[in-house]
Each structure stands twice: as structure tokens, then as C-alpha cells.
Nanobody, 124 residues
Framework: QVQLVESGGGLVQPGGSLRLSCATS????????IGWFRQAPGKEREGVSC????????HYTDSVKGRFTISRDSAKNTVYLEMNNLKAEDTAVYYC?????????????????WGQGTQVTVSS
């Protein structure tokens, strides 16, 4: 049974950092691309970052480049999103998702399993 469980969200001040974790089970990270998405109230879900099944390919949306880093630990079946220099506009529910295609994408197309989400709030 495929499962993805996010954790690590919380309340942080602007300029602060958080590390989100996506614990997976029921499949191998070596065979799947994983994406991080976020959805703020009243806005559409947007792709934040993704990592391909080889682990060598990563993509980031422009607004987080240089601040966020995606990585994975295949032995722990976990994907991470390190978020630094957080801004108020990063406030959202963050989701990780598994893509049935091997290449990662910042579009929601092809992601067929999703976690329940973790709330990130950036506020002073």
C-alpha cells in the first residue's frame, strides 16, 4: 500500500528555517519521482520542487530557488525539503506526492499518490 506522510511543518518567523520530511512506504524511491507542492488559502496548488527517480535531477519553482533544497534518503524511504530564509508568502499547506512517471515535474499531472499535508506558517 502506497503511503506518503509529511511532517516538520510549523510556525516560524520570517528569515527562519524548517525542514519538511516525506516518509514513504509501499514503493521504492529509486523507481519514482517525488514532488513537493503547496497550497495557500484561496490559491491553486503549485509545484515547489521535485526530484527524479535517479535522485540526480531536481527542479524548483523560481520563487524558492536558492532558498529551498530537496533531497532524499533512499535507505530511510524519505524525501526532505529544506527551507531557508522563509518569507510570509511561503505560508501554505505543503504536500508531497508520488509521480507514476520517472521524470519529475512541477505540474500536478502524473502525481497519483498524495500525502495529507503539513502546515507551514511564516509570521512574526
Amino acid at each position: 500500500q502506497v503511503q506518503l506522510v509529511e511532517s516538520g511543518g510549523g510556525l516560524v518567523q520570517p528569515g527562519g528555517s524548517l525542514r519538511l520530511s516525506c516518509a514513504t512506504s509501499g514503493f521504492s524511491l529509486d523507481s519514482s519521482a517525488i514532488g513537493w507542492f503547496r497550497q495557500a488559502p484561496g490559491k491553486e496548488r503549485e509545484g515547489v520542487s521535485c526530484i527524479g527517480r535517479s535522485g540526480d535531477t531536481t527542479h524548483y519553482t523560481d520563487s524558492v530557488k536558492g532558498r529551498f533544497t530537496i533531497s532524499r534518503d533512499s535507505a530511510k524511504n524519505t524525501v526532505y525539503l529544506e527551507m531557508n530564509n522563509l518569507k510570509a508568502e511561503d505560508t501554505a499547506v505543503y504536500y508531497c506526492a508520488k509521480r507514476f512517471l520517472s521524470a519529475c515535474s512541477l505540474y500536478t499531472f502524473g502525481y497519483n499518490y498524495w500525502g495529507q499535508g503539513t502546515q507551514v506558517t511564516v509570521s512574526s
